[in-house]
C-alpha cells in the first residue's frame, strides 16, 4: 500500500544490513561508548560551584538502551514488524508478538530536549497544520513530512495502534498518519473515568484489545503465543513496580534524584515497558538511590524546599530549569507525569493478561477526572512533605492543564502549600516567555521562602 | 537627621524609584524618575544625587526590585515584586488582606498574610490590558494627560462601554466611538471600567480577603479606587505613597526592619 506521499525518507533495510548495522556494528559500538560514559562519570572531578550533585552512574546504561532502540529503528522497517503507538496503548501483545515499537511522542520529546522541536514543527506549520495543536503531534508531523529527527531514521509503520486514554488529538493525529502511510489503524477508545470503572467499561475495553490482538496477528502471520505473553506481562508489571520505587525513594530527605532526573530515565518505561531489559535497568538504578540514600546524598547539594511538579515536563528547558532551582535550594522531588508510568503497576495481573490491560489502560491519570489529579496531588504534598507545587500550564496539553486553576487554588486554600501556575508549552519554546516565567517562579521560591 | 540603614531600588518599566529608610524602617529620602531606556546607568546616576542629598555609609545595603532588578550592579540582592510590595505595605497601613498592585507593565494581586508575608499571588505579565499602559494609551488616543484621567472618569455619570479586552483593539474602539459623537470622559469612564473589570476578576481568582489595598502608580487614580471599590464591595485603602511601595519595601527588607 502507499500513503497520500511519497515520504521518501522512510526506507527498508534487509535482514543483512539489519545484522550488520545494528546486531554487530552498533550494538558493539554504543556499549564501547556506554563504557566511555563510565569511565567518564567515574573519574569526574567533582564541581563544587554546581549546585547538583553528580548525575546518577547508571545514566550510562540508559543511554546505551535507549540509543540502542532508536538505532535498531534505523534498520526495523522491512525485517521487523513495525507499530507507531501512542504512549498510553496496551501494547503488551505487540511485544510479544515482535513488533518492534515506535512512540511517536517519545520520539517528540526527543526532539525538544535536543532543541530541535520547535524548526521541525515549523515543516508541519507550513504544510497548514495549526499552531493550536498538540506540540507533540506537530513535532511528529512535521518530522513525518520532512525526514528530519535527530533520531537518525524512524521506520515506517505497518500498523498504527492509538488509544484514546490519554486525550483526543490523538484520533486525529493518527487518522493523518494512516492516511500519509496507507497503513492499518487500530484505535481503542477507552471511556472516560469519572470514578472507578464499571465492569461493562472494561468488558468494552477488553474487547477492542482482543480485536487488536486479531489484526496485529494477521499482520505478523503469527499468533500470540501465550506464555510469551505473560512474560511480557510479568515484566511489564516489575517494570512499573519497580520504577515505582524508584519514585517513592524521593521520599527520603534528601531526596535521591529529582524529577528532572525522573522525566529522563522514565524513557525505558515508556519505551520498552514489556522488555526484560528494563527490568534490568530499573533494579540497577534502584541499588544506586538506596546507595545515595545510605550515603545521605541528595540529587542537589542543598535541599531547602521539596516541591511537586504537575504536568508534561517543558522538555527544552529542563536543564536550566533543573539547575535555577536547585541554586535556590529547591529540589522538584516528584511529579504526576512521572507517577503515571507506575502508580498503575499492581493492576497489572499477568495470570489475567486481558482483563487486567483493560483495567490498567482506563485508568491513567488523564483518563480521569480532575478531582482525581487533585486527590493525588494533594496526596503526595503530604507524603513527600513538600512545601510547594508548580503546575505547568501546558499549552498543548489541554487534557492534563483542565482544571489546574481551581487545582492550585484547592492547594492553596485547603492546604496552605504555595502552588504557582507556570504558563508554557512541553515542545514549543515560542509558547515560553523567559523573562516572566523565571519572575514567577522567583516571586514563587521567596513565598516558600517567607514561610520558612 | 538619621543615618541610612539600607537603600531599595525599583527599576519598574515605566518609572524607577530609589527610597532610602533608616534604622526604625522610616523613609528618609526618595526619588522618582520616569525609566529610561539604560536603567542601570540611570540608577548610578539616581544613587548620586541621593548620596547629595544625604548621608549614606558605603556598606548600606541594597536591594533591587522590578523589571530591571538583575541589571543593578550596586544592589546587595534583588527581590521580586511581589515580596517587595507585600512588605511595603503591610510596613505602611498594618493590615492583612488582598493587595492589588497595578504597575505600568503588568499587574499583581498578592495575599497578604496576618504576619506580613504573601501567602498566595497572581499575576498578570502576558497583556496590557489590566495594567497602567492600558489606560496610558488610550488616553493618549483622547488626548488627556494621564493626572487627569481619574477625574474626567468621575465628572461625567454616563459610561460608554469598552468591548475590546486587548489594548490595541480598545484604542480603534475608541476611534470609532469618538467618530459616533461619544463624549470622551464617558470614554474613559469605560475604560476605567474595562481595567477594573479585569483586575478584579484576577483578585477574585486569588480570593478577595478585606480590606483591598492598592499600591503601584496607577493606585493614585481616584476612579480606580472608585470603581475597584464599587466591584468588590469593600474598602480600598491606600499607602499615602503608592509607587514607592516596591522600593520602600526593598529597602525594608535591606535593613531587615
Ligand atoms: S495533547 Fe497531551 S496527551 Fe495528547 S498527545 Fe499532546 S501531550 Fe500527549
Redesign the interface.
Known sequence: MTGREALPHYVESTRLQHFVNYEVVGKSALRVQRWRDQWKLATRRPRPDSPLSPPLRCVAYMKEIMSRHYLEGRYAAGVRKVAWVTSGAPTEPLQALGYFLVYPENHAALCGVRRKAQSIAEEAEHAGWSRDICSYARTDIGSMLSGKTPAGRLPRPDVLVCCTNICQTVLHWYRVLADYFGCPLVLIDTPFLFHEAHEHEVAYVKRQIEDMICVAEEIAGKSLHEKRFQDVMANARRGAELWLEILNRSQHRPAPMTAFDGFIHMGPIVDMRGEAVVVAYYERMLAELDERIDRGIGAIKNERYRVLWDNLPIWFKIGDLSKWLAERGVNVVASTYTYAWGELAPMIDPDHPLDSMARVYLHPILNRSTGHKLESMKRMVDEFELDGVILHSDRSCKPYSLGQIDQRDRLVKKLGVPALLLEADHNDPRDYAEEQGSNRLEAFVETMEARA | MSHVAAIGIDAGSTTCKLVAVDRDGAIIAWLLEPTEPRVEIQVRRMLDALRAEIRIETAVPAIATG?GRKLIKQATRN?????CHARGVFRDLGRAGTLIDIGGQDSKVIQIGEDG???????N??CAAGTGRFLEYTAARLGVPIEALGKRALSVSSEEPISSTCTVFAESEIISLIARGAEPDAILRGLHRSLVGRVVSMAR?V?IVPPVMLSGGVARNEAVRTMIAEATGEDVIVPRQPQLMGAYGAALLGSAA
Open positions: 523589571y527581590l521580586t515584586e511581589i515580596t508575608r504573601p501567602v498566595d499571588f497572581m499575576m505579565d502576558k481568582s480570593g
